[in-house]
């Protein structure tokens, strides 16, 4: 059974730095293209950052770009979203999710790890 | 990249079909076969129902269908259930190799 699961969210004041980790079991995990996706509190989804299988390739949204780092180490099977300079709107639900195939079509989600940026 | 865009709710009884557009430019979905569909029940993550226009994954009803025609995806929900009753967000891939979803639509069964 595959399963993500987000851990590192919480509580940061403005211009602070959080790291978000994302366990993956039951697949190859190293086979896979994963990103992050958020969503603000009652607001949609936004994807934030996507890394290839190798880890060797990252994009950025603009809004985070310059802020935060998206990084795997497949020995692991673990992801890691360091973010930085945080700002009240980055306060969401950050969910990593893994594409199927190309194009970025998101078969799999974990339940996701809340950071608040509040001070 | 601006989101792409959807209407904010749809509605439909029992058993009828309702359609959701998805509106996105000649950068992204009318440049691309890789739109999505996600579900999402309130307090849940969002469920993959449909990839590349018209797939559906497995163990997805085949009440979900996709299409595509320029800049705009639709979804169809056929023969309505109560369980619908849910969030729904289209995603497109983009020129900058990166991904945009949807603004989201609210399905409400009557």
């Known amino acids: 059974e595959v399963q993500l699961l987000e851990s590192g969210g919480g509580l940061v004041q403005p211009g602070g730095s959080l790291r978000l980790s994302c366990a993956a079991s039951g697949f190859t995990f190293r086979d896979y293209a994963m990103c992050w996706v958020r969503q603000a509190p009652g607001k949609g989804l936004e994807w934030v950052s996507g890394i290839s299988s190798s880890g060797g390739s990252t994009l950025y949204a603009d809004s985070v770009k310059g802020r935060f780092t998206f990084s795997r180490d497949n020995s692991k099977n673990t992801l890691y979203l360091q973010m930085n300079s945080l700002r009240a709107e980055d306060t969401a639900l950050y969910y990593c999710?893994?594409?199927?195939?190309?194009?970025?079509?998101?078969?799999?989600w974990g339940q996701g790890t809340l950071v608040t940026v509040s001070s | 990249q601006s989101a792409l865009t959807q209407p904010a709710s749809v509605s439909g009884s029992p058993g009828q079909s309702i359609t959701i557009s998805c509106t996105g430019t000649?950068?992204?979905?009318?440049?691309?076969?890789?739109v999505s569909w996600y579900q999402q029940h309130p307090g849940k993550a969002p469920k993959l129902m449909i990839y590349?226009?018209?797939n559906r994954p497995s163990g997805v009803s085949n009440r979900f269908s996709g299409s595509k025609s320029g800049n705009t995806a639709s979804l169809t929900i056929s023969g309505l259930q109560a369980e619908d009753e849910a969030d729904y967000y289209c995603?497109?891939?983009?020129?900058?190799?990166?991904?945009?979803f949807g603004t989201g639509t609210r399905v409400t069964v009557l």
């Open positions: 590349d226009v018209t």
């Open positions: 999710a893994r594409e199927r195939s190309g194009g970025w079509p998101l078969d799999y």
């Open positions: 995603s497109s891939y983009t020129r900058s190799d990166t991904l945009v």
């Open positions: 000649s950068s992204d979905v009318g440049r691309y076969k890789y």
